[in-house]
């Protein structure tokens, strides 16, 4: 297939939630369809900051995977690739490692807002592995020549690094790596149901896709709304309410309806809130249903990974090849 190589992914740490679903699942399942799809699963990346949780990550893998079959991503489309078996990846990071700086690194905001996240894992001192983790990163993007990325915002600085690191590389080496552009998606962010700005896996506020029912309507009726707003008839303000926000990507056609009667006072916010676990349920009832269908279903699926890995090593292989060429680190007998 000659169509422009797409690649993106996800760390195994948990399984994926409403973030991940509109920050970057939707859009890859449209994209299956016009572009050659590498979606990573990546496992060594999820070390950096689990390296002392090792089977939290392994035991991880196939979850995500069955996330991603279950939106409708298919295996006949895309190319699944398990980052831990292609050693590529790794050599391309050493590669990498000499054409970028410490304080380049160190400025990465995407790093630094992460690693202040992390000051109980971290302390005051950060790991090499962690703070070069957008270094590895660029290696997963470049190694399978990929043009596009869909990622959400909180990646774009990853991706700007990854531009520079293949400028430098091509400046010294040769014309060998692709430039990748970052593909924002409609929704990049989606907020907490705390009312933290961002969805995450370990801030314990976010809807996973494979919650059962009853536990997506209990966190929807605990999210935070408007404060102003104590009584059912009290006018509240859409404008600061994360419920709201929900509501725009649950049921956009009735947005205007939400925000006239929450601002007038007729609608109550647990009214409000049953309204949203119900829309939230009733989207995520297909995709529960597939995810249920592969649960018991890890041999395939783990077959399947491996082949498609190997696949895809083909391309990782090919460019490691041009790589190593342009470094003049061909060694051959003469
Ligand atoms: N860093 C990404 C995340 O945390 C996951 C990831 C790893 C990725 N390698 C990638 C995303 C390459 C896009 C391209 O979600
Ligand atoms: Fe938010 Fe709905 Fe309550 Fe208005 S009525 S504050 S939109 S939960």
Redesign the pocket.
């Known amino acids: 297939m000659n169509a422009p190589h797409l690649?993106?992914?996800?760390?195994p740490t948990g399984r994926l939630h409403l973030g991940h679903y509109f920050g970057s699942l939707q859009s890859r399942v449209t994209l299956q369809n016009t572009h050659h799809s590498f979606i990573?699963i990546?496992d060594v990346?999820a070390l950096t900051d689990h390296f002392h949780h090792p089977e939290k990550v392994s035991e991880n893998v196939l979850e995500v995977l069955k996330d991603n079959l279950a939106v409708g991503l298919s295996p006949e489309k895309c190319t699944f690739v398990l980052?831990s078996q292609v050693p590529e990846i790794a050599e391309l990071t050493v590669f990498f490692s000499n054409l970028v700086t410490l304080g380049r690194l160190q400025q990465n905001p995407t790093v630094r807002h992460e690693i202040r996240q992390k000051q109980a894992l971290f302390g005051e001192s950060v790991t090499y592995g962690f703070l070069g983790?957008p270094i590895s990163?660029a290696a997963?993007?470049t190694a399978f020549q990929a043009e596009v990325?869909p990622?959400?915002e909180d990646?774009l600085p990853?991706i700007e690094q990854t531009r520079e690191l293949v400028r430098s590389f091509n400046r010294y080496y040769g014309e060998v790596l692709r430039e990748p552009r970052a593909l924002l998606a409609e929704h990049p962010r989606i907020r907490g149901l705390d009312g933290q700005q961002k969805m995450g896996k370990s801030l314990g506020n976010a809807i996973h896709l494979a919650d059962p029912e009853a536990d997506t309507r209990q966190k929807i009726m605990q999210a935070i709304t408007d404060p102003q707003k104590a009584r059912k008839n009290d006018p509240g303000r859409p404008e600061v309410c994360t419920v709201y926000t929900y509501h725009r990507l649950f049921q956009p056609e009735h947005l205007g309806t939400v925000y006239q009667e929450c601002s007038t006072g007729s609608r109550g916010c647990v009214q409000c809130k049953q309204e949203l676990a119900f829309c939230v349920n009733q989207h995520l009832a297909p995709i529960r249903e597939v995810r249920q269908e592969l649960q018991h279903q890890d041999a395939q699926l783990s077959e399947m990974l491996l082949d498609h890995t190997e696949q895809a090593r083909v391309t990782s292989k090919a460019t490691l090849q041009a790589v190593r060429k342009g470094m003049r680190l061909l060694f051959k007998t003469s």
């Open positions: 690649l993106t992914g996800d760390r990573l990546a990346q980052q983790y990163q997963d993007i990325v990622v959400g990646q990853i």
